[in-house]
């Protein structure tokens, strides 16, 4: 496993490599090491098309490597496992959002416990957590406008919200505020971060923010295909 400073290491990668064929052929990860630790924040940042994302998308089993391993609690994750993991332990924000346009700001974030096959009737443990998470983003006022409704800062917080309904150990987030602007962007990245230290929950981000990246508890830089801790 990667070099690691504590003994509560939560997930860590292990030697990754990723090599596209087409058009041409590009090793683009080649072993790449991260690790992070329970409730700890960790930023991953490099130029366009250094594999930032492509890492996110193995880290959360979105995509397979050519070779590697992932590491839940110092045990290797079975690729037999790994839609079950990915419902149960990971939550997602990703740039463009990905919300349901037709639907409410509520019924985003409970369509993500319907999925876990739990109850979302009123009063119920899902529907109450919605109502909590979205507390928490300053957006009660928002929970029964449609989503295409929002601003651009608002469905970033929902998006951030929806990650936390299945209490996720880990939160995996690609450009979360990529295409705000900076007022907006600087209160999602605040609320983001926040909510992952109150929650205890660990979170690895990708980013072009520089400021951002800096306001996680370490840093890595992606270069010629290796992560390098900064």
């Known amino acids: ?3 690691q400073e504590t003994l509560d290491v939560l997930f860590s990668a292990e030697d990754i490599k ?3 064929s087409y058009p041409e052929k590009v ?17 991953i940042t490099g130029p366009s098309g250094s594999g930032k994302s492509t890492i996110l998308s193995i880290l959360g089993t979105l995509d397979k490597a050519d070779s590697g391993k992932l590491f839940l609690f110092g045990k290797a994750l079975p690729k037999r496992n790994f839609a079950k993991i990915r419902n149960e332990k990971i939550g997602f924000i990703f740039q463009n959002h990905n919300l349901l346009d037709e639907y409410t700001v509520l019924e985003n974030l409970l369509i993500k ?18 109502l909590s998470l979205l507390e928490g983003m300053n957006l009660i006022h928002r929970k029964d406008f449609l989503a295409k409704l929002l601003s651009g800062g608002e ?16 939160i995996l987030a ?7 602007d900076f007022e907006a962007a600087s209160l999602v990245q605040t609320l ?5 230290k109150e929650l205890n929950k660990s979170l690895i981000v990708v980013t072009h923010d520089l400021n951002f990246a800096k306001k996680c508890d370490r840093q890595y830089n992606i270069s010629n295909g290796l992560l390098v801790e900064v």
Do not use: H, W
């Open 1 to 3: 496993m990667p070099k």
């Open 18 to 20: 990723k090599t596209f």
């Open 27 to 43: 090793n683009l990860l080649k072993g790449v090491s991260l690790y992070v630790n329970r409730g700890e924040s960790v930023s």
């Open 113 to 130: 416990a319907q999925i876990g096959r739990r109850r979302i009737s009123k009063k119920s443990d899902s529907q109450n957590l919605a």
């Open 155 to 170: 469905k970033a917080r929902v998006s951030i919200a929806r990650a936390f309904m299945n209490d996720p150990e880990i």
């Open 174 to 180: 690609d450009e979360p505020t990529g295409n705000l």
């Open 192 to 196: 983001l971060l926040e909510t992952c």
